[in-house]
């Protein structure tokens, strides 16, 4: 049985994919470094602010604008007053609830963000105490660190853990920390989500899938 279950936030559990990869590009774009909302999605989805800066300051061959992160935070809390949770996530987390199975949360967002994100859906009281972020490690997705992190801090081994990603990022980091991933297909394309155990397309699937295990 599934010792700890390690849930990503963004594309998992609220539906904040979209609006924040949207956000992204707009500011690269008037920063002098044209992306779109698709590209955005390709080369940012799962990673941290910290790696956006140095991958496209490397683009652009000069500084982005010091404000960028703090602009794109205010536009995305303010876009969370609309926020949403994944379709089907909460049933999940009650079905674990009522297994007892335990699971967290471990993104490569802010503290700031996660809070403010499980705030607007709801959930913060689920996953409070269990909250992980890139912030806390040195090294954030692909590597491996924020799930090790996360199941240390909580007593699990690497080998009882599962993660449920969607991004390719993720999947990279639950692989190299020797836990099994499932990859949720909801935004991503199938097929660069491959090295997952198992990718599945409909959260409602999710807690089946877990039993399974």
């Known amino acids: 049985m599934t010792g700890l279950v390690i849930f990503d936030n963004d594309g998992v559990l609220v539906d904040s994919e979209r609006l924040a990869n949207t956000i992204l590009a707009e500011l690269l774009t008037e920063a002098g470094l044209p992306y779109t909302f698709e590209e955005a999605v390709r080369d940012f989805m799962g990673g941290s602010m910290a790696s956006m800066r140095q991958k496209t300051e490397a683009q652009l061959g000069r500084p982005l604008p010091a404000d960028l992160e703090d602009r794109y935070h205010q536009r995305l809390f303010d876009g969370f007053a609309h926020l949403l949770a994944i379709e089907g996530v909460e049933a999940v987390l009650d079905h674990l609830d009522e297994r007892g199975i335990r699971y967290c949360l471990a993104s490569s967002g802010t503290h700031r963000r996660i809070r403010t994100a499980l705030t607007a859906v709801g959930f913060l009281h689920r996953f409070e105490g269990r909250i992980f972020s890139a912030e806390d490690v040195a090294h954030g997705k692909p590597?491996?660190?924020?799930?090790?992190?996360?199941?240390?801090?909580?007593?699990?081994?690497?080998?009882?853990?599962?993660?449920?990603?969607?991004?390719?990022?993720?999947?990279?980091?639950?692989?190299?920390?020797?836990?099994?991933?499932?990859?949720?297909?909801?935004m991503t394309d199938p097929a660069k989500l491959s090295d997952a155990n198992t990718v599945f397309h409909n959260m409602t699937a999710l807690a089946d899938l877990i039993d399974a295990t």
Do not use: I, N, Q, T
């Open 143 to 186: 590597a491996p660190d924020l799930f090790l992190h996360a199941a240390a801090s909580l007593g699990v081994k690497p080998a009882d853990c599962l993660v449920v990603e969607d991004s390719p990022l993720g999947v990279a980091a639950a692989v190299a920390a020797g836990m099994k991933v499932f990859g949720y297909a909801g």
